[in-house]
């Protein structure tokens, strides 16, 4: 018999599974289950952006890219960030990859090796923490809190970084909180990073969806220091509603790029081809979609908030991405308690705070990228149960 536990790497057998597809897996078992746990649009990808799709297969462009990606996509990518968000990158800057989330890992593993100290803002996405454990890199977390809104404050970043500090995970607008960091707030982090050798690994993927009035400023906008230690992390599948498309890009110095893409040359040799001429799309003609979609989001917004707040379940206001993060503290349960009875007595998926980390003990994370109805369900079922457990 082959001993397979002793063949495994360790690293891989100490990780967790995610918490978040957790809930997600036995929800759609579930029959007359509402879920308000994934992270993924309800809107179609808009017809314009799949057309082309259509088109580059049917016209037989079925081949690899070039391992960086389309050259007249790259191309729009550095328009595009131009245009939307004062950001200048040369086309040698960027690279297209599968999805945001081979943009992270692609940074970690170019840039840490074990011994290595890495800030995480927390709560946050799960596979941040993941990454840098696969790197052998140790994970200082930085425990985020409701009174600041959920934002990195400059006094905790100071107070973190060590003579081991190589990278700085700055994952705003946030998944779960849905916190934003604004110019003066990325100011105060520049002011603290100014002089360090310490990376930023600024995760953008939300930044078409902000509310209030201000748009999403990047942290490597802020000033040339900024710009020379910051990668950025995007793609196409929050904003354009192209999860299934798998595309992302990454931003930054050029001397990170090429090691980077060299990485993304030997795992993954290209991003889905089809998928690169709908971007294209994306780009040039969306940007109506995206803001008729940003639209509906923030009205959704502003349904489960204040429905939660109804409830008595203290929400703060998100600013950012399409998550609200209800504390349920006052229940005296424990964030996993809360979604399992909850589940078993109204069906209805909530992802546990502490998924995303232990800071995020005390809350849910309840998406609004769903349907107006589906929320408003979701939450009179949640109000059945608050009802049962006062008796």
């Known amino acids: 018999m082959i001993d397979y ?5 360790s690293r891989i057998k100490e990780l967790k599974p995610s918490g978040i597809r957790r809930f997600f897996s036995v929800a759609a078992e579930m029959e007359d289950c509402i879920s308000l746990g994934v992270g993924e649009p309800d809107f179609v990808t808009p017809w314009r952006i799949r057309d082309a799709g259509i088109r580059s297969l049917d ?3 079925t081949w690899y890219t070039a391992n960086a990606g389309l050259a007249v996509l790259r191309e729009e990518i550095c328009e595009y960030l131009n245009r939307r968000f004062g950001l200048h990158y040369e086309f040698d800057e960027t690279f297209v990859t599968v999805g945001g989330s081979e943009g992270i890992d692609l940074c970690m593993r170019v840039l840490l090796e074990p011994g290595d100290e890495v800030i995480l803002p927390t709560p946050s996405f ?21 009174e600041n809104s959920f934002r990195l404050t400059a006094g905790e970043l100071k107070a973190a970084i060590t003579p081991k500090t190589k990278l700085l995970v700055f994952p705003f607008p946030c998944n779960p909180t849905g916190a934003v960091m604004r110019r003066a707030h990325l100011e105060e982090i520049a002011k603290v ?10 995760d953008e993927i939300y930044a078409e969806l902000t509310y209030g009035g201000e748009r ?24 354009y509603a192209m999860t299934g498309w798998r595309l992302g890009y990454l931003c930054g110095p050029r001397a990170l790029i ?27 003609e969306c940007d109506d979609s995206v803001e008729a979609m940003a639209t509906e989001y923030n009205m959704r917004r ?11 379940l203290s929400c703060f206001e998100p600013e950012g991405a399409f998550y609200s993060f209800p504390c349920i503290k006052s229940t005296g349960m424990k964030s996993l308690e809360f979604c399992e009875k909850l589940l078993e007595s109204q069906r209805v998926a909530l992802v546990p705070g502490d998924a995303f980390g232990a800071s995020g003990e005390g809350f849910v994370r309840a998406s609004y990228s769903y349907s107006v109805s589906h929320i408003a369900e979701a939450l009179r079922r949640v109000g059945e149960f608050l009802k049962e457990l006062k008796g």
């Open 216 to 239: 999403h400023v990047s942290i490597a906008s802020i000033s040339e220091d900024m710009r020379a230690r910051t990668v950025i992390v995007n793609g196409f599948s929050k904003a």
């Open 258 to 284: 090429d090691q980077m893409l060299k990485l993304h040359q030997y795992a993954l040799m290209c991003a889905p081809t089809m998928a690169q001429y709908g971007a294209i799309t994306a780009l040039r």
């Open 126 to 146: 799960v596979a941040y923490d993941a990454c840098a454990h696969m790197c052998g890199a140790k994970v200082v977390p930085i425990a985020t809190k409701a």
């Open 59 to 61: 016209s037989g462009k």
């Open 193 to 202: 990073l100014s002089g360090t050798d310490i990376i930023v690994l600024s």
């Open 5 to 9: 536990e002793k063949l495994l790497c």
């Open 302 to 312: 502003r349904l489960i908030v204040d429905g939660f707040n109804r409830l008595g």
